[in-house]
T-cell receptor, first 115, second 110 residues
Framework: GAVVSQHPSWVICKSGTSVKIECRSL??????MFWYRQFPKQSLMLMAT?????????EQGVEKDKFLINHASLTLSTLTVTSAHPEDSSFYIC???????????FGPGTRLLVL | QKEVEQNSGPLSVPEGAIASLNCTYS??????FFWYRQYSGKSPELIMS????GDKEDGRFTAQLNKASQYVSLLIRDSQPSDSATYLC??????????FGPGTSLSVIP
């Protein structure tokens, strides 16, 4: 399967600061990456679909100005949580699929804690 | 109606028994179905994918799909304590998104 990395794995920040999370595909070129958020004891909720070289597609209810997504290369997508608040504390996970294969491969996730 | 539904559990089975996990979905046109396992604090890992009606076996795991009933299940034979995790059912919908169910927590008792 595909190898996907995320950085950082953990981040603690103060309320009002911005946090950038990187998602990298290590062994293939990913034209599409997906960003999910998972609150404790809940399932994964798709936030947005990141497309290389174009604007991301956000799910209903997700603020595009708060969760900035950049997919400038075929191996890197970034999610920036701007002006983070405690309610943004969550587990953020990126994933991708290897082109025609529909299976999604997940990164290890980034746990964000906003104080 | 939620798009993908699962019993939240927890489901407890003794070691060596068969664990049966169920999932229903609402988009009748869905064609691709997945089971993921997620350990606490970790990201999901793919167990199986299934696309056609019937059974698909991989080692101790068997996925079953019934599109007419909009139902997909996962059987785990000879359950081991290491199988204790949350199992997520995922469905690729007709609008090309993968939607996850809420997950079923499985506990295998030694």
């Amino acid at each position: 399967g595909a190898v996907v990395s995320q950085h950082p794995s953990w981040v603690i920040c103060k309320s009002g600061t911005s946090v950038k999370i990187e998602c990298r595909s290590l062994d293939f070129q990913a034209t599409t990456m997906f960003w999910y958020r998972q609150f404790p004891k809940q399932s994964l909720m798709l936030m947005a679909t990141s497309n290389e070289g174009s604007k991301a597609t956000y799910e209903q209810g997700v603020e595009k100005d708060k969760f900035l997504i950049n997919h400038a290369s075929l191996t890197l997508s970034t999610l920036t949580v701007t002006s983070a608040h405690p309610e943004d504390s969550s587990f953020y996970i990126c994933s991708t699929n290897t082109g025609s294969i529909e299976t999604q491969y997940f990164g290890p996730g980034t746990r964000l804690l906003v104080l | 109606q939620k798009e993908v539904e699962q019993n939240s559990g927890p489901l407890s089975v003794p070691e060596g028994a068969i664990a049966s996990l169920n999932c229903t979905y609402s988009d009748r046109v869905s064609q691709s179905f997945f089971w993921y396992r997620q350990y606490s604090g970790k990201s999901p890992e793919l167990i199986m994918s299934i696309y056609s009606n019937g059974d698909k076996e991989d080692g101790r795991f068997t996925a079953q799909l019934n599109k007419a009933s909009q139902y997909v299940s996962l059987l785990i034979r000879d359950s081991q304590p290491s199988d204790s995790a949350t199992y997520l059912c995922a469905v690729k919908t007709s609008y090309d998104k993968v939607i996850f169910g809420p997950g079923t927590s499985l506990s295998v008792i030694p």
